[in-house]
């Protein structure tokens, strides 16, 4: 098929990077060098890979199946609720744009999740086209990497339907996001939706037999949730019991690993160093958006909340803030953690704004600059969005097939 061609011509000069990970805490190498990988895929004389790529021609030359199988995937998405800030980007999608040179890699926006709180209905649609238009500027390459809109893929919500039967109602009641949405939200006033969105959540992770997914610190018990969800669904309807009803028995979904940055993985609110950067803050001034012009940029850094402390140190637990703010430098200046400390150890908060400001501002005039050019061009998004969408619904729809089948549904 042409896409799967497409897919192939793309990767192969990654073959290269497959063996050197970016730098990620719980980055798996591959086990085996290359010679005893191609040796043992074309000793295998079973259709491994068209299980596993349900897309992929049957004819499929050796050295197609053998890319295909070396590529671990990756599967993330940000919401489409407010605007995407340097939290989203630092802590995401620009480790990304890393990974996409090493995996194979979906990022889709996350929209069936933004409706589980009270949003804007009139700003939801631009909402998502604006996320995908900025996943495009911060550097997501479509010719390595799906970008598609979440309900664009029916899927999502089918295979969450399938997992909430063997979801126990007490699992989703101890998830620490429901207890203090739900709080704020009135107890009772609180949606289903808010219960049970960790099981879309879970949903969204295995519908794509993922390898990895990059999580920050606060967000490992969702996928905690979706690989206990895998391990309950594999014991309760696969091996033996499946291949009875006609699969190929073992396990439905695949257990996936966190993939944790080294930094950047939780930047905190400028006015508060202990509370993340949210969207959902009631203080713009918390956060810095992505398309925010260089004057409100600057003026953000110049508020925001630092301490009285001689001197800039990272990893002091007493000053929460000098350690984001430093880190948020280190990351967008490129440099290191090292040079950093030596550059700013004796540096007052007077000198070190204007410099981190201008750092930031120099890092995001790009991605605004790309951003203008997408958006004035609707009909290309809408290609990229629904080629996104039919290369993902490939995937998914053999999931879903397995788990149906699995489950007993005539089919």
């Known amino acids: 098929m042409a896409h799967a061609t497409d897919l192939i011509l793309s990767s192969s000069s990654r073959l290269l990077t497959l063996y050197s990970p970016p730098p990620l805490q719980n980055a798996h190498q591959l086990p085996l060098p290359p010679g005893s990988l191609v040796s043992a895929i074309a000793a295998d004389s079973s259709d491994n890979t068209q299980t596993l790529f349900p897309f992929l021609d049957s004819d499929a030359t050796a050295p197609t199946r053998l890319l295909l199988l070396l590529l671990k995937r990756v599967v993330s998405g940000v919401q489409p609720t407010g605007s995407i800030h340097l939290g989203n980007y630092l802590g995401a999608i620009k480790n990304w744009v890393t990974l996409q040179d090493t995996y194979e890699t979906l990022f889709f926006i996350v929209d069936l999740h933004a409706i589980t709180l009270p949003y804007d209905v009139q700003e939801l649609r631009k909402a998502t086209r604006d996320t995908a238009a900025l996943y495009l500027a911060c550097g997501v390459d479509i010719s390595k990497a799906s970008v598609f809109v979440q309900s664009h893929v029916r899927a999502h919500v ?3 339907w399938l997992l909430s039967s063997s979801t126990p109602i007490g699992w989703l009641q101890k998830m620490t996001q429901f207890k203090e949405k739900s709080r704020k939200e009135g107890g009772e006033n609180a949606s289903v939706s808010l219960l049970t ?50 699969g190929r028995g073992g396990s439905i979904f695949k257990i996936p690993e966190p993939l944790i940055p080294q930094v950047g993985a939780r930047v905190m609110s400028l006015t508060d160093g202990l509370s993340k950067m949210s969207k959902s803050a009631p203080s713009d001034q918390s956060r810095i958006n992505l398309l925010d012009s260089k004057d409100l940029i600057a003026d953000k850094i110049k508020r925001c909340k630092t301490d009285s402390f001689a001197g800039l140190e990272f990893d002091n637990a007493e000053r929460p803030e000098c350690n984001n703010l430093l880190s948020v430098y280190q990351i967008v200046s490129g440099k290191t953690k090292e040079e950093v400390m030596e550059e700013c150890k004796d540096t007052s908060w007077g000198t070190f704004k204007p410099l981190l400001a201008d750092a930031v501002i120099e890092h995001l005039s790009p991605i605004q600059v790309r ?16 080629e996104g969408a039919d290369r993902a619904t490939e995937i998914a729809e053999s999931t879903i097939h397995n788990l149906k089948q699995a489950m007993g549904f005539y089919l």
């Open 158 to 160: 089918e295979l969450m």
């Open 197 to 246: 969105y960790p099981v879309l959540m879970a949903a969204d992770i295995l519908l794509y037999k993922s390898d990895f997914v990059p999580v920050g610190e606060d967000q490992k018990q969702h996928l905690e949730l979706a690989r206990d969800l895998a391990q309950r669904v594999n014991n309760l309807y696969g091996g033996r019991k499946w291949k009875k009803l006609g």
């Open 371 to 386: 951003y203008e050019e997408i958006t004035a061009e609707a009909a290309y998004l809408d290609k990229v969005l629904s």
